[in-house]
């Protein structure tokens, strides 16, 4: 004669641990699928990001008005370097000798002295290609010589 409650208690146990052991990589999962959608929304936001800056670094090229581009929503590109040459937009724009670009950013407090990768700062680079008026504009908001 068998023992029926002993063999379905039996069973319940076995599936209880079965239930816990495949609980345990579920969670895992799904904290691993948490961090990938996380790194590709940050991702994401960088790729954005940085197409934002490099249109803001083609209108400074082409002398176009940035006026939209210091918005409060755009300001953290400001301090953001170009990711084709390391070139942040005031140094960009001093050494495009787009003397309009530069009064702008200074006027909504870029750092004067914010240097390229290679730590050329904005007045290095105005005075090397020879842009005398952002030079006087860089010098006269303060930066370093």
Request: hydrophobic share 40%; aromatic share 2%; glycine share 10%.
């Amino acid at each position: 004669m068998t023992n029926f409650p002993l063999i379905i208690n039996r069973r319940r146990r076995i599936a209880g641990r079965a239930r816990g052991l495949a609980r345990r990589p579920r969670s895992q999962h799904a904290q691993h699928a948490a961090h990938a959608r996380m790194a590709t929304r940050m991702a994401t936001r960088m790729a954005t990001r940085m197409e934002q800056l490099e249109a803001l670094v083609r209108a400074i090229e082409r002398r176009e008005p940035i006026d939209e581009w210091l918005q409060d929503e755009h300001r953290g590109l400001l301090s953001m370097g170009d990711s084709r040459a390391g070139w942040p937009p005031v140094v960009c724009a001093a050494g495009n000798g787009n003397a309009g670009a530069t009064a702008l950013l200074l006027k909504v407090g870029v750092d004067v002295d914010q240097g390229t990768r290679d730590g050329d700062t904005p007045l290095y680079i105005a005075c090397v290609r020879g842009h005398a008026k952002c030079a006087e504009l860089l010098l006269g908001a303060g930066a370093s010589v």
